[in-house]
Nanobody, 118 residues
């Protein structure tokens, strides 16, 4: 059974870097043909895909966030990490880590609230 768990600070100051980690306890993050994504939902808005890291370690980011986004992984811990630099209050959202085959989002973490505020 896939179980994803997000962790990280709930409050980040403007201009700082948001860093969240997701632990996948349900299987290896190198499982062939699977992708681990970050998706966020700002208050009162819809879901927004942030980016993914693939089973191969390849990454892809949303064009609108690409210049500020980095996703990396630690295969020894079965974790992947989101870093979003130069945050503003518009980055306030619930952040989810998600696992699934290409273009599918089958398994979700519970989500973690991140607020950008001074």
């Amino acid at each position: 059974q896939v179980r994803l768990q997000e962790s990280g600070p709930g409050l980040v100051k403007p201009s700082q870097t948001l860093s969240l980690t997701c632990t996948d306890s349900g299987g290896s993050i190198t499982t062939r043909n699977y992708y681990w994504s970050w998706i966020r939902q700002p208050p009162g808005k819809g879901m927004e895909w942030v980016g993914y890291i693939a089973f191969s370690g390849a990454t892809l980011y949303s064009p609108s966030l690409k210049s500020r986004t980095s996703i990396s992984r630690d295969t020894s811990k079965n974790q992947f990490t989101l870093q979003l630099t130069s945050v503003t209050p518009e980055d306030t959202a619930v952040y989810y880590c998600v696992r699934g085959p290409f273009k599918r989002f089958d398994s979700w973490g519970q989500g973690t609230q991140v607020t950008v505020s001074s």
